[in-house]
């Protein structure tokens, strides 16, 4: 049979399993077939023959298996935008077009220089990065390392690579650098930078994102195994939840999460009101949404038609929907419930009936999209609350006393751990606070106006 008569089988398969969920191994396979399909919106890959990114192949084999783990890496470069093309390493932008006509000149003329000069012998290709170049002499923590450091170094240097760190046990004794994802591992859990944030960016147009030291262009780095980048401190962990661990096509454990994390009932007469002048229970369904991602992960069947209309907003505004019919439908539930908050004593109920009227795209407000939404964000993570009383959701080995830092290029904040002369990464994180999530510290800082988040070079080991 030819594969692709094979891949065909897709739509069959979709339907028997009646859903695709993000991370597991049928999505490679699916998403093979949906951009074969003429009238597939799916992105591309940037080169023709390829499938996409690097970072984007990594991600949706990595629950493939191996005999050597250094395949995970060298099996891919054949059908990747960098291994097939490697003048997409130095010319990649932030742009969600690449036909950008001084960019498409300047990679044409690069790519007939390297051409020619590439003739002069067999084993020339001075574009290629020797990353790029399969080297079975290379021990396996050198192969994921290089790999990490050219995925964060290459044009426009940004840290999409270090949201696939997912450890599964306490990285301080682990034999690789905390930063460096281990692809030979399952995917534990989901990744929250999918293009949805922006914490670590500013509007405007900057060469590099990411700020970086010893990060040579051409030479060794001086310490290989140590990654430093300019970022903030945005809090320190207060608190955190168990791991949230459920089977993914079953219910999430709201309630007992909400019982974990806060000492009053949730259908008391008066509710806390969040940072934002919510009620607590709104900003509380909108972290567990890591807002507006899980409303889109929820939707995804919309993710896959037309996408006119499809905004940050228009996703907020259905997420805030389908939360308010959660809650109406599943956790307040009594009749005589008579819930208060805000200096008015607004009802609460009234305001949630409110929210789960109002247009929230086909169908209306669904509190089951809500919750799939939500089981899709959370699983394997944890829910923390900070010092200063923020909401997040952040890897399941982080622990109270971890720092949230937004590292300029990195699209979501991270958890660090302060360790005597470094720090450890632990992995990304949602923090329910507008201004970090969407850049605007990041902006203020770059602009140079004032604002209470200095500047740190933040090592990590």
């Known amino acids: 049979m030819n594969f692709f008569d094979l891949i065909a089988t897709t739509p069959y398969i979709y339907v028997k399993r009646d ?79 690449d036909q950008n006509p001084a960019l498409m000149l300047y990679r044409r003329i690069a790519i007939g220089i390297a051409k020619r000069v590439n003739n002069l012998g067999p084993d020339v290709d001075i574009l290629r990065h020797k990353v790029l170049r399969p080297d079975y002499n290379k021990n396996l923590l050198e192969v994921y390392r290089d790999l990490t450091r050219f995925l964060i170094r290459k044009s426009p240097r940004v840290l999409t690579v270090l949201s696939h760190v997912q450890h599964t046990d306490d990285p301080a004794q682990s034999d690789f650098p905390s930063w460096i994802p281990k692809w030979f591992q399952p995917r ?42 300019r970022g903030f401190h945005v809090d320190r962990v207060k608190s955190v939840s168990e791991v949230l661990e459920y089977r993914l096509t079953g219910s999430f454990p709201f309630q007992g999460l909400w019982d974990q994390m806060f000492s009053f009932p949730i259908d008391q007469a008066q509710m806390a009101v969040y940072h934002d002048k919510t009620p607590l229970v709104m900003a509380f369904c909108l972290t567990l949404l890591a807002a507006p991602l899980g409303a889109a992960i929820g939707d995804i069947n919309q993710l896959m038609g037309d996408k006119d209309g499809l905004t940050k907003e228009r996703f907020m505004q259905q997420g805030k929907a389908d939360a308010a019919a959660y809650l109406l439908s599943n956790i307040l539930i009594a009749d005589n419930l008579s819930i208060t908050y805000g200096p008015q004593k607004d009802i609460l109920l009234d305001h949630l009936c409110s929210l789960a009227t109002v247009d929230a795209g086909e169908g209306g407000a669904d509190a089951d999209r809500f919750e799939h939404g939500v089981r899709s964000v959370c699983f394997h993570r944890r829910f923390y609350i900070t010092e200063k009383d923020y909401l997040g959701i952040g890897p399941q080995m982080m622990r109270p006393g971890d720092e949230v830092c937004v590292l300029f290029g990195g699209r979501v904040p991270f958890i660090l751990r302060r360790m005597p002369d470094h720090h450890l990464f632990i992995g990304d994180t949602y923090i329910h606070e507008h201004d970090v999530m969407w850049g605007k510290i990041t902006e203020g800082i770059k602009r140079r106006r004032e604002t209470d988040f200095p500047v740190f070079l933040y090592e990590m080991k």
């Open 19 to 97: 859903q695709i969920l993000l991370g597991m191994p049928f999505e490679f396979w699916n998403m093979i077939f949906m951009v074969r399909q003429p009238s597939s919106e799916l992105r591309r890959g940037a080169v023709e023959g390829s499938l996409g990114s690097l970072t984007l192949l990594l991600a949706t084999t990595r629950d493939f298996k191996v005999t050597d783990p250094r395949d995970k890496v060298f099996s891919i470069l054949g059908i990747s935008d960098e291994g097939l093309e490697p003048t997409m390493a130095f010319t990649q932008t932030m742009s969600t077009s």
């Open 188 to 229: 534990q859990c989901s990744v929250f930078d999918a293009g949805c944030f922006l914490a670590g960016f500013c509007d405007g147009h900057f060469r590099y994102f990411a700020e970086a030291e010893d990060m040579p262009l051409s030479k060794e780095p001086l310490r290989p195994n140590s990654l430093q980048l």
